[in-house]
């Protein structure tokens, strides 16, 4: 997954606040897979943009939760879950990438 910015999290957060945390994972894994599809292709992926959580998000079939302001208790929830999937990814990305290189 391409760097992460305080407006993928932001966005995946608003995402969270509809979905669950199988779907908000589901987009980073598809973000991540995005941004190899970029390197090798060098473009685009069809569907799940450049590599960010921001642009996987943008594509139709991922609607984001309106817009609600930082310190309602759902917005805080929202970004409490979302940066746990974040955490949760990115540790399983780490522990997949050990085993790689003990193979």
């Given at each position: 997954m391409r760097a992460m910015h305080i407006d993928d999290v932001h966005m995946l957060a608003r995402f969270a606040a509809r979905n669950d945390e199988a779907a908000c994972f589901d987009i980073l894994t598809q973000a991540h897979c995005a941004?190899?599809?970029r390197k090798k292709f060098f473009r685009a992926h069809p569907r799940f943009g450049m590599g960010s959580i921001s642009s996987t998000l943008?594509?139709?079939l991922?609607?984001?939760?309106r817009l609600t302001w930082i310190s309602e208790p759902e917005t805080l929830a929202a970004f409490e879950r979302a940066l746990g999937v974040i955490a949760r990814f990115k540790s399983e990305l780490h522990h997949m990438n050990t085993q790689r290189r003990d193979l």
């Amino acid at each position: 997954m391409r760097a992460m910015h305080i407006d993928d999290v932001h966005m995946l957060a608003r995402f969270a606040a509809r979905n669950d945390e199988a779907a908000c994972f589901d987009i980073l894994t598809q973000a991540h897979c995005a941004d190899k599809y970029r390197k090798k292709f060098f473009r685009a992926h069809p569907r799940f943009g450049m590599g960010s959580i921001s642009s996987t998000l943008c594509h139709p079939l991922a609607p984001l939760a309106r817009l609600t302001w930082i310190s309602e208790p759902e917005t805080l929830a929202a970004f409490e879950r979302a940066l746990g999937v974040i955490a949760r990814f990115k540790s399983e990305l780490h522990h997949m990438n050990t085993q790689r290189r003990d193979l």
